[in-house]
């Protein structure tokens, strides 16, 4: 079909068989009493004609920017790379167009970022916090813009929040090595700041609940906190104890990362040395020899959800009840877990 550069939105309403103003709910993602085969046909229309909406007059018309900023506690993790991705293909099929800012675990260059994108008039915000520093969060209630946080909680500031169950995570890696025969478990985590991020707090504390019910002894010294830098020391001194751990949980996936080259670097046989559980899913897990047994959280299926929130909030431009949004933990199996007793050609579990 050749496309006139001159096509409106009239146009489109015609071809697609319904009005001008279904087009204009379709364009502005407010699908709620549009069905499927509706939408379908509009959305082949608009790619048949090459049709894009004036951004400027749309938003002129509708006071809104269809501008959303996505601010990043660090890019380094991959739940934040996978729930980027979801967040991004949610809101473009909306025509909401995202700014990525990565702050790097620093509260000051967040604040930076918070301040730049209000002053970009952006129509809401989806936060992986830095901390628990609460003074850039209160200037957003106060400026009513909508705002989403994902993966931490802020104890000063009542928002909606979407995150793991942290504690079961930690529970079912728990529980998957004593079935295997294992009692010695450790656990290696980042550090536990002055202000705690949330899922190290949680998983740590989770660590503590699980081994207790357990009936587990909790030894102090096979749970470590420390920077990603000195994983490996902290692991060949936890190998060195005179009764080491024979499993280990490593609490992230930059954790598992740095015990998998340091266990390289040791000729340490996994898992006939040590068993290990990884949590989240990182996707060098699946592709290392042995592939490593993970808990993995639903990173896309988070993302998306925290899109749809945001328009939501937007749409109503309230920012609704602090809700906490806790996501169920996976367990995906690989070959790095030994049952205790058993000839290494049955180590792996069914």
């Not at 990043?72 to 099929?93: F, G, H, K, P, R």
């Not at 899922?199 to 909790?218: D, I, Q, T």
Request: glycine share 6%; charged share 25%.
């Amino acid at each position: 079909m050749s496309v006139n550069s001159k096509t409106t939105i009239n146009d489109v309403a015609r071809l697609a068989g319904v009005s001008k103003s279904t087009v204009s709910q379709y364009l502005n993602g407010r699908f709620n009493y549009m069905s499927e085969a509706t939408r379908e046909r509009i959305a082949k229309v608009i790619e048949d004609l090459d049709y894009r909406p004036n951004g400027l007059a749309r938003s002129l018309k509708q006071n809104r920017t269809f501008l959303v900023g996505i601010i990043v506690a660090d890019l380094s993790y991959s739940l934040s790379i996978t729930c980027i991705q979801a967040i991004e293909n949610e809101l473009q099929d909306r025509g909401i167009q995202v700014i990525i800012c990565n702050a790097d675990e620093n509260p000051d260059k967040e604040a930076d970022y918070i301040e730049t994108l209000l002053a970009r008039q952006v129509d809401g915000l989806i936060l992986f916090p830095t901390g628990d520093v609460s003074a850039p969060y209160q200037q957003l209630l106060e400026a009513g813009v909508p705002f989403v946080l994902m993966d931490r909680l802020l104890e000063q500031v009542t928002a909606r929040s979407i995150l793991l169950d942290n504690e079961m995570a930690v529970k079912i890696g728990i529980e998957e090595l004593v079935r295997a025969g294992h009692h010695a478990i450790g656990m290696i985590t980042l550090p536990l700041t002055a202000q705690p991020i949330t899922p190290r707090k949680e998983r740590v504390s989770g660590y503590r609940r699980a081994m207790l019910e357990a009936g587990l002894p909790l030894r102090e010294e096979y749970l470590i906190s420390v920077p990603a830098e000195e994983v490996a020391d902290s692991l060949e001194q936890l190998l060195a104890l005179p009764e080491p751990p024979t499993a280990l949980l490593a609490g992230n996936d930059i954790v598992l990362g740095e015990v998998l080259k340091a266990a390289n670097r040791l000729k340490l046989t996994i898992p006939e040395q040590l068993s290990i559980i990884g949590i989240d899913a990182a996707d060098f897990a699946e592709v290392y020899n042995p592939a490593i047994t993970t808990i993995k959280q639903p990173a896309y299926e988070m993302g998306s959800q925290a899109a749809r929130i945001l328009l939501a909030s937007i749409e109503d431009r309230e920012t609704g009840l602090p809700i906490t949004y806790r996501f169920p933990p996976a367990l995906q199996r690989g070959e790095s877990v030994l049952k205790r007793g058993c000839p290494k050609s049955d180590h792996k579990m069914n």
